[in-house]
């Protein structure tokens, strides 16, 4: 059984999962007090998040560009993503200005780089069908 895992596929996953944890989790904070369990402001763990997700990313970009397309955009587009999640760490009181230019220029980064590889391996069907001609 031949699986691979689709890196783009994992990354504009996480960039959703991320993007519903924190539209989700102001409501899931404000109820977590009746329960016992105080984690407001846990910056620690919004830092590992944005590592993580700066971990995929750019692995899955690496592998892109590396493998199929050698185009800048999807990086360009994802640095500028994560950028503006680091922004939206450091200026708390602009977080909901910050996070939805962050969600779109990673999902963007992804998408894009999902479809320059598609192209590269239609590009590389056709030049092999050419060539066994």
């Keep these: 059984m031949n699986s691979k895992l689709n890196w783009d596929v994992l990354g504009v996953s996480a960039s959703i999962a991320c993007a519903i944890h924190c539209a989700v989790l102001p409501l899931l904070i404000s109820s977590l ?3 016992g369990v105080n984690i407001i402001n846990n910056v620690a763990f919004e830092y590992v998040m944005i590592l993580l ?3 995929v ?3 899955s970009l690496f592998h892109g560009y590396r493998k199929h397309h050698r185009s800048f955009v999807p990086v360009l587009l994802f640095a500028i993503g994560i950028l503006f999640l680091f922004a939206k760490q450091v200026w708390h009181e602009y ?3 910050l996070l939805p230019f962050a969600v779109v220029f990673i999902v963007s980064a992804h998408i894009r780089n999902f479809r320059l590889s ?3 391996l239609c590009d590389d069907e056709k030049s092999n069908r050419v060539q066994s001609q």
């Design 33 to 35: 007090p009746i329960f």
């Design 53 to 55: 997700a700066f971990a």
């Design 57 to 59: 990313g750019s692995f």
């Design 95 to 97: 977080q909901f200005w």
């Design 118 to 120: 598609r192209v590269s």
